[in-house]
């Protein structure tokens, strides 16, 4: 009797769907940015630019979160067990 090769276990579908998200989310942050960056071409008043300046700076840290996680999300699935850099 030969054993089958399971296909993704359920932890690998559910990481993968992480990721999947993940990405989606920063490819919705980078173009925030990008309106976020159209609008503060336009701005004129101060109140209002530093409020676009605020909004970039968080828009900023989490597309930097985001990048961290899938970094190291394929960082662990590319490396087998037991070896490391």
Known sequence: MQNKKPGKTRRRVK????????????QASFAALR?????FQLATEGFYIEQLIYERAALLC????????????????????????
């Open 15 to 26: 990481a993968d769907k992480a990721t999947q998200a993940a990405g989606r989310e920063l």
């Open 62 to 85: 989490h597309c930097r979160t985001l990048l961290q996680g899938l970094r190291q999300a394929q960082g662990a699935g590319a490396q087998p067990k037991g070896e490391g850099a």
């Open 35 to 39: 309106a976020n960056d159209g609008l």
